[in-house]
C-alpha cells in the first residue's frame, strides 16, 4: 500500500502538470494568445527546461527567427519527446515561407527518417513536394509522390500534381484550378458589403501562389488568390478570411502568424470578392 502511494504520488504532479499546459494549448486555438503570453514566465520558472513548455513558448513567440531557435532547442535538446517532430516540422514550415526550399527537403527527409510514425508525415511530406516542384524539378515530384504514398498509403496530403495547376485569372473573380483551363466567362459583379481579408502574400509566379494557397488550405483555411497591379509588374495576392472588421482581421492574423508563422497584412476586401 505504501509504494502504491508513492507511486501516486510521483504520478499526481505530472498529471497536473499535463492539465496545466493543456489549457494554454487550447487557449491558443482560442485566440487568447494574450494570456499564454503572460503566463509563459511563470511556466518557464515552475517547469525549467521542459520540452512542452518551451514549444509552447516558441508558438507565441512573434519574432520568427527566436522561434526558429527555440524550436531547433527542442528538437536538439529533446529528441525523445512529444513535442520534438512538431518542433521540427514548426521549422521545415519556416525554411519553406522563406524561400530555402533545399533545406526544407533536408529536414522533411531528417523528420521522416526519425520520426516514421509521426502525426506530422503528411504536412511533412507536402513540404517536401512543395519545395521540388517550385524548383521545377519534376522527375523528384514524381518520384517521391509515387514513393511516400506507397509507403504511408493511409496518409492525408493535400499536395495537388504539378499537371494539375492549369489556371486562368481576372482582374475581377479568383484564380480558380481547371484541367484544361477554359475561357473564362463573364463573371456578374454583384456590390456587397466591404469586408476585411488578410493578404499572406503577393508572387510574381503563379506556382508559388499555388503553393501557399494549397498550404493555407491543408491547415483549414479557405484562401483563393487575387490579382493585383503593381507599380512594374501584375502580382498574385493570396488572401484569406473575411471579417467585419479590421480588429477581427488582426486578431485572426495574429492567430495565424503564431501558429504557422505566416506573415499577413490587413486589407480591405473589393465589394465584388
Not at 15 to 44: G, M
Not at 71 to 76: A, E, G, I, T
Amino acid at each position: 500500500m505504501k509504494r502504491l502511494f508513492l507511486v501516486l504520488l510521483c504520478f499526481f504532479p505530472v498529471l497536473i502538470f499535463t492539465q496545466d499546459l493543456s489549457q494554454y494549448f487550447e487557449y491558443i486555438e482560442k485566440d487568447d494568445i494574450n494570456k499564454v503570453r503572460a503566463a509563459i514566465p511563470n511556466l518557464i520558472r515552475k517547469y525549467p527546461n521542459n520540452p512542452d513548455v518551451l514549444y509552447l513558448s516558441a508558438l507565441i513567440e512573434p519574432d520568427g527567427d527566436k522561434a526558429l531557435l527555440i524550436y531547433k532547442d527542442v528538437m536538439s535538446q529533446y529528441p525523445n519527446s512529444d513535442r520534438a517532430d512538431d518542433a521540427l516540422t514548426k521549422i521545415i514550415e519556416y525554411l519553406y515561407t522563406k524561400g530555402l526550399y533545399n533545406r526544407t527537403i533536408d529536414y522533411s527527409k531528417q523528420l521522416i527518417s526519425k520520426y516514421p510514425e509521426s502525426e506530422q508525415i503528411g504536412n511533412c511530406v507536402y513540404m517536401l513536394l512543395s519545395s521540388f516542384n517550385v524548383m521545377n524539378k519534376k522527375d523528384s515530384v514524381d518520384y517521391y509522390y509515387s514513393y511516400y504514398l506507397k509507403r504511408y498509403p493511409k496518409m492525408k496530403m493535400p499536395f495537388k500534381n504539378y499537371q494539375s495547376a492549369a489556371t486562368w485569372i481576372t482582374d475581377d473573380k479568383p484564380m480558380e484550378t481547371v484541367q484544361p483551363a477554359p475561357e473564362p466567362k463573364p463573371v456578374e459583379k454583384t456590390v456587397t458589403e466591404s469586408k476585411w481579408a488578410l493578404q499572406v502574400g503577393a508572387f510574381g509566379n503563379s506556382q508559388n501562389a499555388l503553393t501557399l494557397k494549397n498550404r493555407l488550405q491543408s491547415y483549414g483555411y479557405e484562401p483563393y488568390i487575387q490579382k493585383i497591379k503593381s507599380s512594374n509588374t501584375d502580382l498574385l495576392s493570396v488572401r484569406v478570411g473575411k471579417y467585419d472588421s479590421q480588429e477581427a482581421a488582426k486578431a485572426a492574423g495574429d492567430r495565424l502568424k503564431a501558429l504557422h508563422k505566416i506573415d499577413y497584412i490587413v486589407i480591405k476586401r473589393n465589394s465584388w470578392e
